[in-house]
């Protein structure tokens, strides 16, 4: 089963940055991380950003432009997620998801991380 490890969370002030990354845990399977969800409890899952496909550029959801740059290396078969300018309202849990091919364009994901905590103080 395919297993995504996303790391880089933590706890930041206002103004902060922190930077996350993810990738498919060695040996099971093979997919392709690209996106990054966030959610709070009691609160739905929302969209970060993601690409569409693996030639694609990034789309960022709308609070976070400007602020946030997501990006793959492609080589390593990684993803991650450069935040700036960390506000409150970006406390939450981020996950990593991932698809089994990123070869055409798609708006759904395959593959979910546990999630990594960013916690950003006032």
């Known amino acids: 089963q395919v297993q995504l490890v996303e790391s880089g969370g933590g ?20 997919a392709f ?25 990034p789309r960022y959801a709308e609070s976070v432009k400007g602020r946030f740059a997501m990006f793959r290396n492609n080589t390593k078969n990684t993803l991650s997620l450069q ?10 849990v981020y996950y990593c998801a991932a698809r089994r091919s990123p070869f055409v364009p798609a708006d759904d994901y395959d593959y979910w991380g546990r999630g990594t905590q960013v916690t950003v103080s006032s």
């Open 11 to 30: 706890l930041v002030q206002a103004g902060g940055s922190l930077r996350l990354d993810c990738l498919v845990s060695k040996g099971t399977g093979v």
């Open 83 to 92: 935040m700036n300018s960390l506000e409150s309202d970006d406390t939450a």
């Open 33 to 57: 991380p690209m996106g990054w969800f966030r959610q709070v409890p009691g609160k739905e899952r929302e969209f970060v950003a993601g690409l569409r496909w693996i030639e694609a550029t």
